[in-house]
């Protein structure tokens, strides 16, 4: 069912501290939704906020996050690598929040992935995933297998090159391969783009490519 965005959804946020994170917040409150960020460090969130919970967890645990989705509509994952260096951090994460979603009865998932992994995307992508972002691509790639093999509703977003550039409305997306020519594309913007998809669900059980707007 697509849900309107007249309806006030319980949200349910992994990595909120983070660049997109702190936008989704932001942007999802301003639309009266009500959300329960699930972060490693509370104190990080700012201020307390109306119609706004912090809980405080280690995402990479299962048994820590199963208390938390039940009553939530949509769970949001924003977590991301913590650099180019070896590490699995996202598929780990992906692992507790399916458990935990379908301990909980919560079916709905958005989760940022990475642009990176289109193969039929040009010598660039090619070259990044064997050399600069050949760990992203790998703990990726896992965590795409865990939530694609799941039976949740997900959506996962693959977007490029990440800036701190304003919220512009007028990003590019395609199902299953990239937009073109941009290679970047703002926070702001992939977290409005989640909140529309969590409201809507146009792209429901999709790989989503995103690219900013050519304006």
Same mark, same amino acid.
């Given at each position: 069912?697509? !849900? ?18 702190? &936008? ?16 490693? &460090? ?86 990044? $995933? ?14 795409? $297998?865990?939530? !694609?093999? &799941?039976?949740?509703?997900? !959506? ?11 919220? !512009? ?12 020519? $941009?290679?970047?594309?703002? $926070? ?28």
């Amino acid at each position: 069912m697509v !849900t309107s965005a007249k309806t006030p959804l319980r949200l349910f946020v992994l990595g909120a501290t983070g660049g997109v994170g702190r &936008s989704l917040l932001d942007r999802a409150l301003d639309r009266g939704h009500q959300i329960t960020a699930f972060v490693r &460090s509370p104190e990080k969130s700012g201020a307390p906020r109306q119609g706004l919970t912090v809980r405080g967890g280690d995402p990479r645990g299962a048994a820590e996050l199963e208390v938390a989705p039940p009553g939530h509509d949509t769970v949001l994952s924003a977590i991301g690598p913590p650099g180019p260096g070896r590490s699995m951090i996202v598929t780990q994460c992906a692992r507790s929040t399916v458990a935990a979603m379908q301990a909980a009865g919560v079916r709905r998932l958005l989760i940022v992935s990475a642009a990176v992994l289109f193969k039929d995307e040009g010598i660039l992508f090619a070259m990044l $995933r064997r050399t600069l972002l050949r760990n992203v691509a790998e703990d990726q790639t896992e965590m795409e $297998r865990v939530v !694609t093999a &799941s039976a949740l509703d997900w !959506t996962i977003v693959r977007p490029p090159r990440l800036t701190n550039g304003p919220l !512009t409305e007028h990003y590019q997306i395609e199902d299953n391969r990239m937009p073109r020519p $941009r290679l970047s594309v703002s $926070r702001s913007d992939v977290a409005h783009f989640l909140l529309d998809e969590a409201e809507r669900g146009a792209h429901r059980r999709q790989m989503v490519g995103m690219a900013g707007s050519r304006t």
